[in-house]
């Protein structure tokens, strides 16, 4: 069973910068492509970032490509999602999630298996 748990939410001045981090626990993390996704109150979950096991291979939406960079320890079970240049709209609830039957990093919320509870982020303008 894999477990993700998210920290590293709060609240930041626009411009500023926050690094989220998720904690896997479970059998297998080194092998599962990890994204990132978010929730703003009265919209759907949208895709940021997702990378591979070995962290070669990314993929960025292209709200967040050159603000946000997505990375991971596979000797720690970390996955990080560095927030830059953050605007007011970043609000939302930022959820960390796990594919187990695919190799490359997708952003379709469909094809991950595995979520975090989420963690808030808040921007202030």
């Known amino acids: 069973q894999v477990q993700l748990v998210e920290s590293g939410g709060g609240l930041v001045q626009a411009g500023g910068s926050l690094r989220l981090s998720c904690a896997h626990s479970g059998r297998g993390f080194s092998r599962y492509p990890l994204g990132w996704f978010r929730q703003a109150p009265g919209q759907g979950r949208e895709f940021l970032a997702a990378i591979n096991w070995d962290g070669r291979d990314t993929k960025y939406a292209p709200s967040v490509q050159g603000r946000f960079i997505i990375s991971r320890d596979n000797v720690k079970n970390l996955v990080f999602l560095q927030m830059n240049n953050l605007k007011p709209e970043d609000t939302a609830v930022y959820y960390c999630?796990?594919?187990?039957?695919?190799?490359?990093?997708?952003?379709?919320?469909?094809?991950?298996?595995?979520w975090g509870q989420g963690t808030q982020v808040t921007v202030s303008s």
């Open positions: 999630a796990a594919q187990i039957y695919n190799t490359a990093p997708n952003d379709l919320e469909r094809s991950y298996d595995y």
